[in-house]
């Protein structure tokens, strides 16, 4: 760890972003949940989504962009299919409260689907899916965003990176997969120019147009290649198409022409596999595919791993020492108390 960063307990970051929240309109419940959204996604190593975003939504909020009283409400109901309006409260909050009822939903009908419209970033798309799977459902979920992001062979933005959650219970914690569109995240690429880091493989085009691994000339020319090239830029625009579709909300083309992104779509799918009539071996279906998995000849000294089980090692490491968060961030938090 660099002389520019601490660690920061994790009891000492949950209150400070408690004490903040509750002088920004929060009630003590809300303030307390979406606090801890933002603590544990930087317990698990996803600071982009967590410490490191917590000043702009705090910012968001001071502007009204995110109302921090506001709940959301039933649009409409088709059987196991439910809409519903967030009412631009806080993305967090309403992403969890559309993952229990959609877990509601698949008890009663063993699949349950609540698309939610009008609402705000949700910051780290995977805390549906541990919040899903260590409650025993199989989970699905996306998210649009604004325009961030060039169709594949153009050169202006005008899909959105469209972040999708999969994920499943796997021994006593989960299998989750969480994964933006482009090849890096807006939010990892923030996260590298603060540190001064290079990207591990190319992320996006420079200002010259050429494929580059300098996250600040990629930001700077707001060109993210999608994953997959042309396959992740058709994934991107079909997860947006069907967010608006079955939310009934606004699309990537209609964010972007908001002064900042909100207003978004989301969809999340629960799947109750207590239902399922092999749910007596899933357990032993699950054990042998990973452990097949693992067997895979590691390149070089990579490690091979599946989604979400780097997480449970940085997560014990974090709960041990302490968050780690640059010095100079950590003092732009407390200037917010």
């Given at each position: ?14 209150d ?15 303030a307390?949940?979406?606090a ?18 917590f000043?702009?939504f ?7 962009m ?6 959301p ?5 088709a ?6 309006d ?24 063993g ?10 970033h ?9 919040q899903?799977?260590?409650a ?17 062979g ?6 959105g ?8 219970p ?29 990207l ?17 000339e ?24 069907l967010a608006?579709?079955?939310?009934g ?10 002064q900042?992104?909100t207003?978004?779509?989301q ?11 092999n ?24 490690r091979?791993?599946y ?31």
């Amino acid at each position: 760890m660099s002389n520019d960063t601490i660690r920061i307990s994790v009891g000492d970051m949950n209150d400070i972003f408690t004490d903040i929240l509750l002088k920004n309109g929060f009630t003590a419940d809300s303030a307390k949940q979406c606090a801890a959204v933002f603590t544990n996604n930087s317990v698990d190593g996803v600071y982009t989504h967590g410490v490191y975003r917590f000043p702009r939504f705090v910012e968001y909020i001071r502007k009204g962009m995110v109302h921090p009283g506001a709940e959301p409400s039933l649009v409409h109901r088709a059987g196991a299919l439910e809409q519903w309006d967030g009412h631009l409260g806080p993305g967090p909050l309403n992403a969890m409260q559309a993952t229990d009822t959609a877990m509601g939903i698949a008890r009663q009908h063993g699949i349950g689907c609540v698309a939610l419209a009008n609402t705000n970033h949700w910051m780290r798309g995977g805390s549906y899916g541990w919040q899903a799977a260590k409650a025993g459902f199989a989970f699905i979920g996306w998210t649009n965003t604004t325009a961030i992001m060039p169709a594949w062979g153009a050169l202006d933005g005008r899909l959105g990176n469209n972040p999708l959650v999969m994920a499943l219970p796997y021994r006593d914690e989960a299998i989750v997969l969480d994964m933006a569109m482009s090849q890096y995240s807006y939010g990892a690429m923030e996260l590298a120019v603060l540190k001064n880091e290079r990207l591990s493989v190319y992320g996006g085009y420079d200002t010259r147009g050429e494929l580059s691994n300098d996250p600040a000339e990629i930001l700077q020319s707001r060109r993210p290649v999608p994953v997959g090239y042309w396959k992740g830029a058709g994934l991107a625009l079909l997860l947006d198409i069907l967010a608006a579709v079955l939310s009934g909300g606004l699309s990537v083309h209609e964010i972007a022409r908001k002064q900042t992104e909100t207003s978004l779509s989301q969809v999340f799918i629960a799947i109750d596999l207590t239902k399922l009539g092999n749910h007596s071996t899933i357990a032993t279906l699950l054990e042998n595919i990973i452990n097949d998995y693992k067997q895979s000849t590691p390149h070089a000294e990579k490690r091979i791993s599946y989604p979400g089980e780097r997480v449970l090692r940085t997560r014990a490491e974090n709960l041990d020492k302490g968050v780690p968060v640059l010095k100079k961030f950590w003092s732009e938090i407390l200037a917010l108390q």
